[in-house]
C-alpha cells in the first residue's frame, strides 16, 4: 500500500504549511486505511499516523476534537459488541485490539481517566486480555491496588521479559550499527516495563520489592553490553533513547 506512505507524507507536508483541514482529512482517512491489523501498513497507525494527528490537535481544534470523536466511537463499539461474534476467540482478540487503539489515543490526549473507566466495564475475561495495556492508566488515576491485582507475580513477570531480552540479543551482531540499534531498541522496551513494575511496586507500597527488582532487572541481563545500557538508563534516565537517535541519524548522513 504505497499509496498510504504517499497519504501520509502528504499530511506531514499540508501540517508544516499550515494546511490543517487537508492534513485533518488525510489522517482520517490513513487511521481507518491501516485498520487492518494483518496488513503491512498496520503498524503505521497507532505511530507515525497517530503521533502525526495528535501533533496536529495541538494546533488545530477541529483535530483533537475529530479525535475525541474517534475515541468515544471505538469505545461505544467496544461496549457495544462485548459478546457478539460467532467465533469467541477471534471476537476477544478484536477486542483487545480495540481497546488497545482507544487506550492510544487517550495516552495521546492525556486522558488516562477515560481509559481507567473504560477498562473498569470490561467483563473480566476481557480485562484480563487488556489489562497490560491499561495498567499505565490505572497507576495514572491511583489505583495501584487494581493494577496489583493484574500483576500478581512481578519476580516472574520481569523473569520471562528478561529471558527474551537475552534470547534476543544473543542473535545480534554488536560490533554493527544496525545490531547496536537494535539492542538499543531492546533495552529501551525493557526499562520501560520494569519501570512500570518499579511504579506500580512502589504506588502499591511494596518499596522492598521494587528495590530487589531493580537490582534484579539488571543482574538477571547476560549480555554485559545490555547490562550497561541498562545500568545507564537506570543512572540517566533518557541515555538509550538518546544514543538510539544518535545513532540512527549518524545512519542517515
Known sequence: MDNVHDILNRAWTAHSAGEFDAALQDYTWLFEATSEHA?????????????????LAEEHLPAR?????????????????????ADPEAKA???????????????????AQHT??????????????????????????????LARTYLPHPDAHLGDY???????????????DAGMSELL???????????????LLDGYGDHAGAARLRQQAVSLITAPEAR????????????????????????LT
Open 116 to 145: 481507567y473507566q473504560l477498562f473498569q466495564r470490561l467483563p473480566a475475561d476481557l480485562a484480563r486480555e487488556c489489562a497490560n495495556s491499561a495498567l499505565p492508566s490505572m497507576m495514572a488515576c491511583g489505583d495501584f491496588s
Open 65 to 85: 476534537q475529530a479525535l475525541v470523536a474517534l475515541r468515544d466511537r471505538d469505545a461505544a463499539r467496544l461496549l457495544a459488541d462485548i459478546g457478539t461474534g
Open 39 to 55: 496488513s503491512e501498513v498496520a503498524p503505521l497507525r497507532l505511530s507515525y499516523v497517530l503521533n502525526g494527528w495528535a501533533k
Open 162 to 176: 528478561a529471558a527474551e531480552v537475552n534470547a534476543h540479543v544473543a542473535t545480534l551482531d554488536l560490533l554493527g
Open 228 to 251: 550497561a545500557c541498562i545500568e545507564a538508563e537506570f543512572a540517566h534516565p533518557g541515555t538509550t533513547l538518546d544514543a538510539l537517535v544518535e545513532l540512527q541519524n549518524a545512519a
Open 185 to 199: 531498541a531492546t533495552v529501551y522496551n525493557y526499562m520501560t516495563e520494569v519501570r512500570l513494575i518499579l511504579e
Open 93 to 111: 482478540e478484536a477486542d483487545a485490539i480495540l481497546f488497545n487503539d482507544v487506550r492510544a489515543i487517550n495516552d495521546k490526549l492525556g486522558d
